[in-house]
């Protein structure tokens, strides 16, 4: 019977997919808020779909604004119907985001056509044995909203594998989705999964925090832009550099390094 919930972020993590998600998003933004700018410090690792189209849309000035103080925001020519004055919402962002992700999925899907998107070393046989693992439940934790995430999954093969999963496009706050996967895989199995039981294994700080409140297990990976040093700082219960050695990471993941000691 499952007794432990693995669910995994997707990019950087699961995947690689050479920038096409970040070219799809900012052309959507350019296309449905006509704003674009520089980037600056800003990263999209970690956030939600949702939430990255709200910083990135607010931070180049749609919300009338005029934009950050680094963001440099400019004009550029707009689609039509983009960049409708705000003056007569309160939220003249937040009004048109599902619109935003609608565009950005299609956008997606070119990309993706157009990408070849990379499985991450020792990410097909470690997903693979905890599917045939009887104890398990394997599901996805990630900032994509879900038809974001499928077409990103799609080329490896591994889609079928993820039976549950919370998305960007449950709420833009990451630290929402832990509760939401534990409740969607609760419907599923008729099981409990309760603090140690979840496990989430992700590449980003907020990876690792978004489970605290839940108690979870956390699995850090350094296969993003987050250094095994950056990642240790904010203490997983598990770190590796990448899962190449992935029966290391399934041991970790399952318990059954804990049990041997
Ligand atoms: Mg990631």
Redesign the pocket.
């Not at 972020?9 to 993590?13: M, V």
């Given at each position: 019977m499952p007794r432990r919930l693995v669910l995994f972020?997707?990019?950087?993590?699961l995947i690689d997919a050479h920038g096409s998600g970040g070219r799809a998003m900012l052309r959507a933004i350019k296309d449905v808020y006509g704003v674009e700018g520089e980037l600056g410090d800003y990263s999209f690792?970690?956030r939600t779909d949702p939430g990255i189209i709200r910083d990135l849309a607010e931070l180049w000035g749609a919300d009338g604004s005029g934009g950050g103080d680094d963001g440099h925001p400019r004009e550029v020519a707009q689609a039509p119907g983009a960049g409708r004055s705000g003056a007569s919402s309160e939220d003249p962002v937040g009004d048109r985001v599902a619109e935003c992700i609608a565009h950005y999925v299609g956008l997606l899907r070119d990309e993706i056509a157009a990408a070849e998107v990379e499985t991450l070393p020792g990410v097909r046989e470690l997903v693979t044995a905890l599917v045939a693992d009887r104890r398990a439940v394997v599901g996805l934790l990630?900032?994509n909203v879900e038809q974001g995430a499928r077409l990103k999954l799609e080329p490896t093969g591994l889609l079928s594998h993820f039976k549950v999963g919370a998305y960007g496009s449950d709420s833009a706050l990451r630290t929402d989705l832990p509760a939401v996967a534990v409740s969607r895989a609760e419907a599923l199995t008729g099981r409990r999964f309760v603090g140690k039981d979840v496990v989430v294994v992700?590449?980003?700080p907020a990876?690792v925090e978004c489970g605290a409140s839940l108690g979870v297990t956390a699995v850090a990976v350094a296969t993003?832009r987050h250094s095994v040093d950056q990642l240790a700082a904010c203490e997983p219960d598990h770190l590796f550099a990448d899962l190449s050695d992935w029966p290391t990471a399934y041991a970790a993941i399952m318990g059954d390094d804990d049990a041997r000691r």
């Open positions: 972020d997707i990019d950087c993590t690792h970690g990630t900032g992700g590449d980003t990876d993003g």
